[in-house]
C-alpha cells in the first residue's frame, strides 16, 4: 500500500459518538462502580478508584483517536496559555468555594475544627495538586477531543450542551451510588425515604447544575484553547471542594454557593458567550489530506 493509500485508509472512518461514548464509558465506568460499591468510607480507596476512572477517560480517547477513528489530536488545545489564564480559572474555583466557605465562618453556621491532623493535611496538598493529573484525563476527553468532534456535526451551542449532558450522564455510577447510600441511611430512621426516590430526587438535582457547570468547562477550554489551564481548573475546582470537606467541612452557604453560581454563568455563557471559536477551530482536529492526492 502506497504512503497516498494509507493516508486515505487513515481517513476513512468517520468519528462516531456512539462508538467512542461505549469505549470511554466501558473502560472507566468500572472504576466509579467499583468506588460505590468497595469504597465505602474508605477515603483514599474513593479517590483513587475516582481518579483512575478519569485517568480511563484519556486512555479511551487515545485508543478512540489513534487506533478506531484514526483523526489524531491536533485541536485538542496543547498549549500552556498565559499565566492570567490560570489566575482566572483559579479565581472562579476559589469564589465558588473558598468565599462561601469564609461567609459560613462568619456567620458562624460554620465552626473552625479544634485540630486538624497531619494526615488531613496530607491530603490537602494530594487533593490540590494530586488530580491534575485526572484533571487532564476528562479534560483531554470530553473538551479536548468529543466538544470539537460534535461541533463540526452540528451549531456550536448545541454541540456544548450535549457534551455537558453526556459528561453529566458519565457521572451517574456515582451520583446513583451516593444516593443509593444516603436512602439506605435515612431507611434507619423513621422518616425513611424508598431508595428507587431518593435516587430520583438526587439525580434531577444534579442535572441541572452539573449540566450548566459542563457550559462553564467547555467555555474555559473555548476561550482560552488549553488543556493545562482547564485541568488547573478543574483540579482547583474538585481539589478545593474535597479539601474543605476533608477538614472542616461545608456549611451552608458553601453547599449553595457553588451550586446557584455554576447555574447562572451557565445560562449566561451559553446564552451569550461567544462560541465562535469552537466551531472554526473544530475544522482543525481533521487529519488534512495532501494536494497530490485530494
Known sequence: MSMSEQIITRQSRPFSLVVYLLIVFGLSWPFQIASVVWGGENFALVYALNCTAMIMVTVGTYIAGRYVFRDGFAGSGWSWGWPRYYLAVIGLALLLWVVPTCVDLALKTLKLPAYITPMQIMWVFVLLFGTLIPGFGEEFGWRGYMLPRLAQRMSARRAVLQHSVIWWFWHLPILVGNAVVVSLDSMKSSTGISIALTVLMIILLSAIPTILHGVVFAYIWTRYRSLAVSSV???????????????????????????????????????KGNWTSLTVGAASTEVPVPAEVA
Not at 471542594?241 to 446557584?260: E, K, Q
Not at 453560581?261 to 449566561?268: A, F, M, Q, R, T
Request: hydrophobic share 55%.
Open 233 to 271: 481548573y478543574h483540579a482547583s475546582y474538585d481539589g478545593l471542594r474535597d479539601s474543605l470537606t476533608l477538614t472542616i467541612g461545608l456549611g451552608p452557604v458553601a453547599s449553595l454557593w457553588a451550586n446557584l453560581v455554576l447555574i447562572v454563568l451557565g445560562i449566561v455563557l451559553l446564552w
